[in-house]
């Protein structure tokens, strides 16, 4: 099992994204209104097995509010994340003496990060990121990641529900 050393390690070195951002449609019949970037990772120049990055977006749903995370996948595990999501809760089931262990997180934005357990443990961030670029720019700082694009916006979906 990975070692939270293990990801302190990852997380402390300089990273670059490999591919420019550019959010597509996920390919997912059950949610059709996900927009999803996935990118290699490389450190010192070199692509990094079973690393990736993930940024996803989903826009408005009736009275569902956007909701929008971005995070970094160590051999397939989520290690280190920050979620926006104006209406949902769930509560840490992981993260043995951590301070919010076993408690309910609330709605807004909240950072993910490893535990000796695996994956799961949350604290709420302030400010709380409404705005999905800064969200982008606060979760590049913190994992010390590069995006040489930047953030690109999602593809206007009025200009998309125009083309179907």
């Known amino acids: 099992m990975t070692t939270r050393a293990e990801i302190e390690t ?6 670059s994204a490999v591919a420019p951002m550019n959010l597509r449609e996920k390919l997912m019949k059950k949610d059709s ?3 999803e970037y996935v990118s290699a990772v490389e450190i010192d120049g ?3 097995e079973d690393v990736q990055l993930i940024v996803q977006w989903r826009l408005s749903v009736g009275s569902a509010g956007d909701k929008y995370n971005c995070g970094l996948l160590y051999r397939s595990d989520r290690v280190y994340a920050v979620d926006f999501d104006p209406d949902g809760q769930h509560t840490n089931k992981v993260g043995k003496g951590r301070p919010l262990y076993r408690k309910r997180i609330g709605l807004g934005t909240h950072e993910h990060t490893w535990s000796e357990d695996g ?14 670029s800064a969200l982008f ?14 953030f690109k916006s999602p593809p206007s979906t009025q200009l998309n529900l125009l083309l179907k």
Not at 10 to 15: G, Y
Not at 137 to 150: E, H
């Open 10 to 15: 990852f997380m402390a070195a300089q990273k």
């Open 33 to 35: 209104q996900w927009w």
């Open 46 to 48: 070199v692509v990094i």
């Open 119 to 132: 994956y799961g443990y949350a604290e709420p961030i302030s400010p709380d990121f409404s705005d999905f």
């Open 137 to 150: 720019d606060y979760f590049c700082q913190k994992a010390n990641l590069n995006v040489r694009s930047g």
